[in-house]
């Protein structure tokens, strides 16, 4: 492991001759040679602003290790751990990260329990990783159809960290995408209350978002390779750029995701707009 040293660039960041090093109040600590490659090679000016995480791969992990499923839920923890440290030591603003969609309720239901209980163990080991790094915690989805012992969990979660004032932090929690933009039309219509016929717009349909008063993602990250977005932030994502490795979501590693954020550096945003052309070519 290499350990991060003083010397400031433009960017922000310490280097040394060898590697560089953040130059905020927190660093990212020891870092692997891979990991100071990287490090070298980003413009911490440009990080995104929101990152959304797709973290698929846990069943096929246990499968290749010919463990149970439940294992690879459980070694998915870890990577979670990392992605929300390493994201609030580099100031990004929002982390979202896909737990458990609505869809997941068709799986067996011994999976739903272990995932409902894992969920509240990590809510509760990870609390001073949170208040540490001055983590707020949300979540997305429709609490009411989850069990009482886990809005509880949740509900307390977003109290505790309520006072924080660094990353936001969003667990998607039976969440689907859809159900999302139902639930913000119902809210508009009920604002209403019939008295109001005019047309629905975009901003209004966005504050009414659960994400509301969040930056939309600007990259959205799915690992194990599956090339869909999964019901996943329809609406927010229409910009994102999308970042798929073949990584399984234990496996995802710190490399890795310094990795996606260097690959989003090289991507030309447009927003649909047409990049201006060079000077000699536009005389």
Excluded at 26 to 44: N, Q, S
Excluded at 92 to 114: C, D, M, Q
Aim: with cysteine; charged share 25%; proline share 5%.
């Amino acid at each position: 492991m290499l350990t991060l040293r003083h010397k400031e660039d433009s960017s922000g960041f310490n280097v040394s001759p060898s590697h560089t090093h953040l130059g905020f109040s927190e660093t990212l600590g020891p870092v692997t040679a891979e990991e100071a490659r990287i490090l070298e090679k980003l413009d911490f000016s440009r990080l995104p602003r929101h990152i959304a995480v797709i973290m698929d791969g846990n069943g096929r992990w246990a499968q290749k290790r010919h463990l149970p499923r439940v294992a690879g839920h459980r070694a998915g923890t870890q990577s979670a751990r990392m992605a929300i440290e390493t994201c609030a030591r580099l100031h990004i603003e929002a982390l979202t990260l896909y737990a458990f969609s609505v869809e997941n309720w068709r799986r067996p239901k011994t999976e739903i329990e272990f995932l409902m209980q894992l969920l509240r163990e990590y809510l509760r080991k990870e609390m001073p990783l949170l208040q540490r790094n001055n983590i707020r915690m949300r979540f997305l989805g429709r609490p009411d159809e989850l069990p009482e012992a886990v809005q509880r969990d949740t509900r307390e979660a977003v109290e505790a960290t309520s006072n924080n004032t660094g990353m936001v932090l969003c667990i998607a929690l039976n969440y689907g995408g859809r159900a999302e933009i139902v639930d913000a039309m119902n809210a508009i219509l009920a604002e209403r209350n019939g008295h109001s016929s005019s047309p629905v717009t975009e901003e209004q349909l966005a504050r009414h978002l659960y994400t509301g008063n969040l930056p939309d993602p600007d990259l959205l990250i799915r690992t194990s390779g599956e090339m869909r977005v999964s019901n996943f932030l329809l609406w927010q994502i229409a910009y994102a750029e999308i970042f798929v490795t073949e990584t399984l979501w234990p496996d995802f590693n710190r490399a890795r995701l310094l990795e996606s954020l260097l690959d989003y550096q090289k991507r030309e945003r447009r927003y649909g707009a047409i990049a201006a052309p060079p000077a000699s070519v536009a005389r």
